[in-house]
């Protein structure tokens, strides 16, 4: 059964890995460059597991301590995840015990997938849907982690590397209004977050 579903789940996810690969490194050499050992984004992308909130942690780390307003910041960035929660709930159901990790480790990549690919008849949905978010969380880990040791290696300008996160937002509104343009909430919704991530970034 899980062998089954594991390799129904990772053909989904191996366009995902590239780009998490890419990204996770970016976010890798970005800590190694502000001065944090490589366990830092290790262990970040493997609990926080929310690439924007990551690469804006970087900034909070790095600034005053004002929980306040990180916890705003961490909201309004992830606010998305409540549409995904609200229409996962029933594709979740009856997943026991993986229900817990599924909510935690939904991601928009895993949603993507979960949401509207179609396992085998004889593939487990549930444990479909596990190997899906699995997959996807190891492929940002080992992107995050090889980027920070790499950076004790290699040693460049690392000046707008930020700019990833901006053209990852950007990446997103645009799939917002493609999938979902006839929902007027989400595209305002996508749009507000990015407007919010630029002003914070570039303005702060």
Same mark, same amino acid.
């Given at each position: 059964?899980?062998?089954?579903?594991?390799?129904? +789940?990772?053909?989904?996810? =191996?366009?995902?890995?590239?780009?998490? #690969? @890419?990204? $996770?490194? *970016?976010?890798?050499?970005?800590?190694?460059?502000?001065?944090?050992?490589?366990?830092?984004?290790?262990?970040?992308?493997?609990?926080?597991?929310?690439?924007?909130?990551?690469?804006?942690?970087?900034?909070?780390?790095?600034?005053?301590?004002?929980?306040?307003? +990180?916890?705003?910041?961490? =909201?309004?960035?992830?606010?998305?995840? #409540? @549409?995904? $929660?609200? *229409?996962?709930?029933?594709?979740?159901?009856?997943?026991?015990?993986?229900?817990?990790?599924?909510?935690?480790?939904?991601?928009?990549?895993?949603?993507?997938?979960?949401?509207?690919?179609?396992?085998?008849?004889?593939?487990?949905?549930?444990?479909?849907?596990?190997?899906?978010?699995?997959?996807?969380?190891?492929?940002?880990?080992?992107?995050?982690?090889?980027?920070?040791?790499?950076?004790?290696?290699?040693?460049?300008?690392?000046?707008?590397?930020?700019?990833?996160?901006?053209?990852?937002?950007?990446?997103?509104?645009?799939?917002?209004?493609?999938?979902?343009?006839?929902?007027?909430?989400?595209?305002?919704?996508?749009?507000?977050?990015?407007?919010?991530?630029?002003?914070?970034?570039?303005?702060?």
């Amino acid at each position: 059964m899980k062998t089954k579903a594991f390799k129904a +789940a990772l053909p989904h996810t =191996l366009p995902i890995c590239v780009g998490f #690969l @890419f990204l $996770g490194m *970016s976010y890798g050499f970005l800590m190694r460059s502000k001065g944090f050992p490589f366990v830092y984004p290790m262990l970040m992308s493997l609990f926080i597991f929310a690439g924007s909130m990551e690469f804006i942690t970087v900034n909070l780390l790095l600034s005053a301590f004002n929980p306040f307003y +990180a916890f705003f910041l961490a =909201l309004m960035v992830n606010a998305r995840h #409540l @549409f995904y $929660g609200i *229409s996962m709930l029933g594709k979740y159901q009856h997943t026991g015990w993986k229900k817990a990790y599924l909510i935690y480790g939904m991601c928009d990549e895993s949603f993507s997938i979960n949401c509207v690919a179609e396992p085998p008849p004889e593939v487990d949905k549930g444990w479909f849907f596990f190997f899906v978010t699995l997959l996807n969380q190891i492929y940002w880990v080992s992107g995050a982690t090889l980027g920070a040791l790499l950076g004790y290696l290699i040693h460049f300008n690392t000046t707008g590397i930020e700019f990833v996160m901006a053209a990852l937002f950007v990446v997103m509104f645009i799939i917002f209004l493609h999938k979902w343009r006839k929902n007027t909430l989400l595209s305002i919704a996508g749009g507000t977050i990015l407007y919010m991530y630029l002003v914070q970034t570039w303005f702060r």
